[in-house]
């Protein structure tokens, strides 16, 4: 592609070459500028490069939040007939290197039409979960109102039941996922350091780079505001509450032998409400922002990879509170079946979905702090 040439083909899937060779462009131009260093730590990686390997171009990738300061700041920018969209060709690389390094290799296909994949197995987690739980219970007691002194849906399905399934598929997805980060971490050549991951893990904690170099983000459109950041607060940290809410309760069902159903008091079910509410609030901010976002800003082809993985953790947590209400009445045995199904079909897409963007964007940023110590491979002699 010559640099005068007209880049409207950038709105179409690309050859993996062509993808890597405009990236290389865009970077370039983008070092011979460095108008944006200011931004996010994508201006300052990038600076200590004379050149970019396909290897270069996949980590800065990943080390994009997609803010769009860049974008509305940049001189050449479409209609300039350099044509720069660093954040759309960047989203573009982003979603090839989660295919690449995913793993089993023949389940990256799942990223082709993510949307289209997180639906069917919704609708078939729902159907296999629906038929499995009516037929364990027995269509009369599926539809039946157990109390808490009852055990409420552990009359259902046992507790051993529902550990021994859940925790099985958990461990495979743990697998899948760690593999796919080790083969990341690996592409990039170097070892991990203490002070690095500390302040990586600052950084991811604090969602740092979405602040678009201190106004907060031009997203969804180029007027800078701190929405984005905060709803992936509450998303991020939503989560993490549901998580320890599952930990404390394994904590008070094996350690303490305290079974399961607890009191609406209890910590597992103030940490289980609390992130479940968190997780509605932040999903449908996201979504709401996604819906008036700039169509600049990112690759429509992942639009619904995104909006589904958003609609899975909104569904999980709207049907876990849902249960949580309902959980003595005679509702609770679908909404049983639908919440579990939500939850398996999260389980089963994680490593083949948006939730990786967050392993591989803690890689980046490791990488980046682990750089920002070394002197400057193309700094001016003093």
């Not at 759309?88 to 390094?101: E, F, H, I």
């Not at 083969?183 to 969602?207: C, N, V």
């Not at 678009?212 to 993490?240: E, I, K, M, Q, W």
């Not at 591989?360 to 110590?373: D, I, K, V």
């Amino acid at each position: 592609m010559s640099v005068g040439e007209d880049r409207d083909d950038l709105d179409q899937p690309l050859p993996l070459l062509d993808l890597i060779a405009e990236a290389q462009r865009v970077l370039a131009i983008c070092n011979a500028c460095r108008y944006c260093e200011g931004y996010c730590a994508v201006f300052p990686a990038l600076e200590r490069r004379l050149s970019f390997a396909e290897r270069d171009v996949h980590y800065l990738a990943n080390l994009c939040h997609n803010c769009g300061a860049c974008l509305y700041a940049c001189q050449y920018a479409p209609p300039h007939e350099f044509h720069l969209n660093l954040p759309r060709v960047l989203a573009k690389v982003r979603n090839r290197t989660y295919r690449q390094y995913a793993w089993p290799t023949f389940l990256a296909a799942a990223f082709e039409r993510n949307g289209a994949t997180l639906a069917a197995v919704m609708a078939l987690s729902i159907v296999v979960l629906l038929a499995f739980t009516a037929w364990f219970a027995s269509p009369a007691r599926f539809v039946a109102a157990f109390s808490d002194a009852q055990g409420s849906f552990y009359a259902l399905l046992p507790h051993s039941v529902m550990s021994a399934v859940f925790g099985a598929v958990f461990a495979l997805v743990v697998i899948a996922l760690a593999i796919s980060f080790a083969r990341f971490w690996a592409s990039m050549g170097e070892a991990a350091d203490g002070a690095s991951l500390i302040q990586t893990a600052r950084d991811a904690a604090t969602l740092k780079y979405l602040d678009g170099g201190g106004d907060g983000c031009t997203y969804p459109r180029d007027n800078p505001s701190f929405a984005r950041r905060n709803f992936h607060h509450l998303t991020f940290y939503g989560f993490v509450a549901c998580f320890a809410a599952t930990l404390v309760a394994t904590f008070d069902h094996y350690v303490l032998h305290l079974p399961a159903p607890y009191p609406f008091f209890s910590l597992p079910v103030v940490f289980g409400t609390t992130g479940g509410l968190a997780l509605l609030a932040g999903t449908a901010g996201l979504l709401a922002l996604m819906h008036r976002r700039d169509p600049d800003l990112g690759d429509d082809h992942q639009r619904g990879m995104d909006v589904g993985f958003l609609l899975l953790l909104f569904a999980v947590s709207l049907t876990g509170l849902l249960l949580l209400v309902l959980r003595e009445t005679r509702a609770m045995g679908v909404l049983l079946a639908i919440h579990l199904a939500a939850v398996l079909a999260l389980f089963l897409t994680l490593p083949y979905g948006k939730f990786v963007h967050a392993l591989y964007r803690f890689a980046a940023l490791a990488q980046f702090h682990r750089e920002r110590g070394k002197p400057l491979i193309n700094a001016p002699p003093e």
